[in-house]
């Protein structure tokens, strides 16, 4: 991603950036590392048990500390249970505290990026990313970091204990550690690099699947049908391939374990063996050797696999910490945030009335990654509650102007005036606070008519609403749902009609009552009676408001204070409709252009209809 460019690489496998969210939860963590320690040593004890069993017991055949063993035996085995039970809670707390943590950090700092990243990220890669980056470096954090503990300490134990009953058996097995160790680790890697490979096609037969379903109807019109089974066939045939050279690797991997450990048994049992023979060894000591011979070799290999996935999370958490340090492009300036607060801290106390003057002073625009100017030394005042259409051909830069107005995006140069001050001298929050922005597609949440209304004011009555919902002549949308307010839209409005949702936001922007209101028309896709409604809502919305208005369908602005024909981001005429009609100009031209294209296709519309 770009926002990786221009950053060094984390040092310390980017544990750096992590730590001060392991922090809050240091005393869970610490008591998950003493009660692993606790419960890896009772594992490294057990032989121990067996050896004293064996020299007393069978060896000398002495009973009367059977009783005595026995207790402590199982008092080990309580002590064992308990600890990992307690671990294992602290485990799962410092793994499901740490993803919310982090999840958390990147939710909130989401919030605070402009418009324009959205603009140029895909929401749902977002998401999905920072819910798999967080949890793979929670559990990193936590089952990981225990394994390793756990592990490690277990090996620790076991070569304590055998150095102190013999030595030179003891160095022995430890000379046959770092082979195992790298031939551990060789097949490891290559375990991961494949499993790696299988998981990218994966993703491909994935991506195929949802094609095959999302794009049926294509398909099939266009009768692509065999094509499409034949890269299937072929995507297929490759992970089949991969899943079994994977699979390949992965017995390879079990064996070289499983051969290791047999090899530090069969040096065991010949030098201990031998040692034994000549009395050097007792029976009991023996099998303590032969306990850890085969107990050491799994340790390792989850030691190696706790690095590898370290190395592999290192990933993740650059990806974690790169979105955490991304700048937004609109920022309050400290000032401004000491005097109203950020997005989660508003001091609302402090801010002023917005009455609803707008102005921009000599702007220039350039979008963050696009090559030329949209705006340049663009000027214009706009006075409080006048409405103002904007119209002009597509690319014209309407909606670039109404985006300098609600700050998604800030003047290249010039400056944006609110009320006659820099909008930059107050925070984005209560410049947001006061406008309502109505979308060319309108959003909708899943949840009731009520909720989604209330998302203008939370406080709004039931009375409110429906007064609202009136006033944009879209009462009966919610009668006719059946459960009145309590209607559920489904998810993004789903349930509804385009012309629909976009009355249902006109009534939430009502319910909000802002100061400034922005519509950026939702063009063809309704039809005239709606468009008619629609209209009429617009109407009744702005008024008393300053308010912009995008139309592509002249006749719906004709009744503007203003109208601005924008033309390569400069304004070419401006007036009201009769004046510039009067006028003969660029406006004259779009509007008849369009009335034009307007009465043939409505000819041809009566024309098709006689046919039928
Ligand atoms: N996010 C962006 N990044 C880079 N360039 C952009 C971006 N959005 C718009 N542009 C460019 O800015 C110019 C003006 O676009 P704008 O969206 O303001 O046009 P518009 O008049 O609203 O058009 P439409 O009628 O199609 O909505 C276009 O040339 C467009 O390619
Ligand atoms: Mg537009």
Redesign the pocket.
Same mark, same amino acid.
């Given at each position: 991603m770009e926002e990786n460019r221009n950053r060094k690489p984390l040092r310390f496998f980017g544990l750096g950036e992590i730590l001060p969210y392991a922090r809050a939860y240091r005393r869970e963590i610490a008591g998950m590392v003493l009660l692993g320690l606790g419960s890896s040593l009772c594992d490294a004890i057990y032989p121990l048990f067996n050896r004293y069993a064996l020299n007393r017991y069978v060896g000398e055949g002495r009973l009367e500390t059977l009783p005595s063993f026995l207790s402590l035996y199982f008092l080990v085995l309580l002590a064992q249970v308990l600890a990992n039970f307690i671990s294992s809670y602290f485990i799962c707390k410092v793994e499901l505290f740490i993803g919310r943590d982090l999840k958390n950090a990147s939710f909130n700092h989401l919030q605070t990026l402009s418009f324009?990243y959205f603009?140029?990220h895909n929401v749902g890669y977002i998401h999905a990313r920072i819910m798999s980056d967080t949890d793979r470096i929670a559990t990193m954090m936590s089952w990981r970091l225990m394994d390793f503990v756990w592990n490690l300490s277990y090996i620790l134990f076991a070569m304590l204990v055998m150095l102190r009953i013999q030595p030179r058996l003891a160095l022995r097995l430890l000379l046959l550690l770092p082979f195992a160790a790298a031939a551990i680790g060789f097949f490891q890697r290559r375990v991961l690099r494949m499993n790696r490979r299988v998981r990218e096609m994966n993703a491909v037969l994935t991506g195929d699947f949802n094609e095959g379903i999302t794009g049926a109807k294509t398909i099939r019109t266009m009768v692509l049908a065999e094509k499409i089974s034949a890269d299937f066939r072929k995507d297929t045939r490759e992970m089949r391939r991969r899943s079994i050279h994977a699979t390949h690797y992965a017995a390879l991997f079990t064996a070289t374990v499983t051969m290791m450990s047999s090899a530090a048994l069969a040096l065991v049992l010949w030098r201990g063996g031998e040692m034994t023979a000549v009395r050097l060894l007792e029976i009991g000591s023996l099998s303590v050797f032969l306990s850890y011979a085969l107990g050491i070799m799994e340790p390792i290999q989850y030691i190696i696999e706790a690095f590898s996935t370290l190395l592999d999370v290192q990933v993740n958490i650059e990806r974690f910490s790169a979105l955490l340090h991304i700048e937004s492009d609109v920022k309050d300036s400290p000032a401004v945030i000491e005097r109203y607060g950020d997005s989660f801290r508003p001091k609302r106390e402090n801010w002023e009335p917005l009455y609803g003057e707008v102005a921009f002073r000599d702007v220039s625009f350039r979008?963050?990654? *696009?090559e030329?100017e949209?705006l340049r030394h663009f000027n214009l005042k706009v006075e409080k509650g006048s409405r103002i259409a904007?119209v002009?051909?597509?690319?014209? *830069?309407?909606?670039?102007?109404v985006?300098l107005v609600c700050r998604f995006f800030e003047p290249t140069a010039g400056a944006v005036l609110i009320d006659g001050r820099d909008a930059r001298e107050r925070s984005q929050l209560w410049l947001h606070s006061h406008i309502g922005y109505v979308l060319?597609t309108p959003h909708l949440f899943s949840g009731s008519i009520r909720d989604n209304l209330r998302y203008g004011r939370e406080d709004a009555t039931d009375e409110e609403i429906w007064e609202a919902l009136r006033l944009v002549s879209a009462a009966d949308v919610a009668e006719r749902m059946g459960r009145g307010l309590d209607s559920e839209v489904g998810e993004g409005g789903d349930l509804l009609s385009t012309g629909e949702k976009q009355l249902l936001s006109f009534a939430r922007a009502i319910l909000a009552d802002p100061a400034i209101l922005v519509l950026?028309e939702a063009t063809s896709s309704v039809d005239t009676v709606t468009e008619r409604r629609i209209q009429e809502a617009a109407r009744r919305l702005t008024e008393g408001r300053t308010s912009f208005l995008?139309a592509?369908r002249l006749s719906t602005i004709i009744d503007a204070d203003r109208i601005l024909a924008?033309r390569d981001?400069h304004i070419v005429e401006a007036g009201t409709h009769r004046e510039l009609m009067e006028k003969r100009g660029y406006y004259y031209r779009l509007y008849t252009r369009q009335y034009e294209d307007a009465r043939t296709e409505g000819e041809f519309g009566e024309r098709q209809a006689a046919e039928i």
């Open positions: 324009s603009n140029t979008y963050p990654d *696009g030329e949209v904007i002009g051909e597509t690319g014209a *830069g309407k909606s670039t102007l985006n060319q950026d995008i592509h924008v981001g």
